[in-house]
Nanobody
Framework: QVQLVESGGDLVQPGGSLRLSCAGT????????MGWYRQALGKQRELVAA???????TYLDSVKGRFTISRDNAKNTVYLQMNGLKPEDTAVYYC?????????????WGQGTQVTVSS
């Protein structure tokens, strides 16, 4: 059974930092592209950052220079370091694992962790 378990969400003041973690079990973690998505109230879910199995990263424009995604395949864990947090970063953050096969695509989601940026 595949499980992605996020942790690290919290209430933080503007300008503060948080590190989110996502631990995966039940999958060959190292071959998956791992991503962090977020969904704010009343808004669509959006991709925040992703990292391929080879280590290539992509970021949402609004978080470039503030957020860093990384992975530790030995620990089956992906991280999102968030610095310079802004109120508009408030959302539920979801971990995602994706692997595109020849004929199929495997996609898994975590349960989400709440990040609230407020003074």
């Amino acid at each position: 059974q595949v499980q992605l378990v996020e942790s690290g969400g919290d209430l933080v003041q503007p300008g503060g930092s948080l590190r989110l973690s996502c631990a995966g079990t039940g999958i060959l973690f190292g071959i998956y592209t791992m991503g962090w998505y977020r969904q704010a109230l009343g808004k669509q879910r959006e991709l925040v950052a992703a990292i391929t199995s080879g280590g290539t990263t992509t970021y949402l424009d609004s978080v470039k220079g503030r957020f860093t995604i990384s992975r530790d395949n030995a620990k089956n864990t992906v991280y999102l370091q968030m610095n310079g947090l802004k109120p508009e970063d408030t959302a539920v953050y979801y971990c995602n694992a994706k692997r595109q096969g020849v004929l199929t695509e495997n996609v898994y989601w975590g349960q989400g962790t709440q990040v609230t940026v407020s003074s």
